[in-house]
């Protein structure tokens, strides 16, 4: 993976002070992985992460992850984070970028509903997922409306039907 990926999360750490992983690959198959941390730092949120391109394109949800149809959340888009994020739980040390605690709320596989490839699709800033998790289930769109401001919701169901076979 080249190193530039990282450089933005890797700036924001001390290394010698958090316990987060500097970078990492996964091992064994490579799945598309998504995971949602819930994050208890200055204020609760939570975290929203994708297997993109061999990073975690990130982004936070403040009030947490839309579970019905017709709840539509802002989805702030932040810095890429190690695949090996995908593992992490543990407190973030008071005054450290993020400090905290992290917790894995849900994690699992996901499959692309689109033609286009998922790098394709961030850069013209409209993604559509289905999640296959224990608590995150169905079809999900991210739309980007500015800049890092995206909205994440839940799909109609009729949606899928390109990749049913797959399920």
């Not at 990282?6 to 002070?17: D, P």
């Not at 992985?33 to 936070?60: C, E, M, N, P, T």
Request: hydrophobic share 35%.
């Amino acid at each position: 993976m080249p190193k530039n990926k990282l450089t933005t999360y890797q700036k924001k750490r001390n290394f010698k002070k958090t316990c987060e992983p500097k970078r990492g690959l996964i091992k064994g198959p490579r799945k598309a992985l998504f995971i949602v941390q819930k994050h208890y730092a200055s204020h609760l949120h939570y975290d929203f992460r994708l297997s993109i391109g061999g990073v975690l394109k990130s982004w936070v949800v403040p009030k947490g992850m839309p579970r019905a149809f017709g709840i539509k959340r802002l989805a702030i888009q932040t810095e890429d984070h190690p695949l090996s994020y995908a593992y992490f739980e543990g407190t973030i040390p008071e005054g450290e970028y993020g400090a905290g605690k992290v917790k894995i709320w849900d994690r699992g596989e996901f499959y692309n509903l689109k033609n286009t490839s998922l790098k394709s699709s961030l850069k013209q800033g409209k993604v559509e997922v289905f999640l296959k998790g224990e608590k995150m289930k169905g079809a999900y769109a991210l739309i980007r409306f500015q800049d890092k401001n995206w909205l994440v919701f839940k799909v109609e169901a009729a949606r899928i039907t390109r990749i049913e076979g797959k399920l």
